[in-house]
């Protein structure tokens, strides 16, 4: 018999004994109506590059916890004829923002049992919410298990006053029980899990 305090093991928020978390993660991310691909450090620029449709061009902004990666993927989204912004700098320009296709991110953590992305200070409040098209870099080693392992990590995850938990795309059934996808938030999320690192400020 399970020990009662064995019992959040078996929640579907966790993931099950000898289950690979990167397996689980990508198949929940599809679960919640996410796409995802799973890439190394020198294909990431091409696999964000291949998410964006060109032409027309599209307005983008870039957060700041791309880190290093940042200027590198501006770089390729301006060769490619695109419109790119540090989300900072405009993130209280809201007929800027209000303009945006997509936002590229990376993420304080992830979460394997349910295909949720962790973001927080670090991608602005509203970095990972304001555009039709989310992409999200996460880092392998930022996949935890379940939930019961990110709420003892969040102390330490640096999110300041703020942490939010995306699991695919916006989506709401309010009205008539009708499912409408993208209502306030994005309409697209594509997750790249990358084996390697993305380097923080």
């Known amino acids: 018999?399970?020990?009662?305090?064995?019992l959040w093991r078996a929640a579907p928020t966790e993931l099950r004994p000898d289950e690979d978390p990167y397996a689980r993660f990508l198949e929940?991310?599809?679960?919640v109506s996410g796409t995802s691909a799973r890439c190394t450090s020198a294909e990431l620029v091409e696999e964000i590059l291949g998410q964006i449709s060109y032409p027309p061009t599209q307005q983008i902004a870039l957060t700041a916890d791309l880190g290093d990666a940042r200027p590198v993927i501006g770089r390729a989204l301006i060769d490619a004829g695109h419109d790119v912004y540090d989300y900072e700098r405009i993130a209280d320009d809201r007929e800027t923002v209000r303009h945006l296709d997509v936002t590229v991110t990376g993420c304080l953590a992830a979460v394997a049992a349910t295909g949720s992305i962790v973001t927080g200070g670090s991608a602005g409040r509203g970095g990972a919410l304001v555009a039709p098209t989310h992409i999200c870099v996460v880092e392998a080693r930022r996949v935890v298990a379940g939930l019961a392992d990110l709420m003892r990590l969040a102390p330490r995850l640096g999110a300041g006053s703020m942490i939010a938990l995306q699991s695919g795309p916006s989506r709401t059934a309010d009205i008539e029980k009708t499912l409408i996808i993208g209502v306030h938030g994005p309409k697209r999320v594509h997750v790249v899990l990358l084996d390697g690192v993305v380097t923080t400020p």
């Open 1 to 6: 018999m399970t020990e009662p305090a064995e």
């Open 28 to 31: 929940e991310v599809a679960k």
